[in-house]
C-alpha cells in the first residue's frame, strides 16, 4: 500500500460520524456524499425515528432515499448515541431482520 492511500484510509475515520467515512480508493472517497448532504439526511431520518421506531430500510424509505444511502446515516447517528436498538426487529425487503431503532 502507498503511503498516500495508507495516509487516506484514516483521515476519514478522523471526521466520522459528522461526515460521511470513506475507505482509501478514490472511488469510495468520490462516491462519498458532501457533509451537508449527509447532514441534512441524517437529521431527517433522526426525526422520522423520534416519530415512530423503525429500521435503517424502513426511516430511508420514510425520507425518500434510498436503503444504500440511508443505513450508512443511521450508522452514523448510532455511533453518535442518537439512536440505540429498540430490542425489536422487522423483515426488511430481502426477508432479512432487521433492526427497529428508536431515539435515544
Known sequence: MN???EA???TWQSAY???PGWKGTD???DAAP???E???VRQAILE???KYPMTSDEASAYVGVSPAYGRPRM???RTEGKVEPSGLKRRNASGKPATVWRAV
Open 38 to 40: 449527509a447532514y441534512k
Open 3 to 5: 503511503p498516500t492511500m
Open 34 to 36: 458532501s457533509a451537508e
Open 48 to 50: 422520522a425515528v423520534r
Open 75 to 77: 450508522s452514523e447517528l
Open 17 to 19: 460520524p459528522s461526515a
Open 27 to 29: 472511488t469510495s472517497r
Open 8 to 10: 487516506d484510509l484514516f
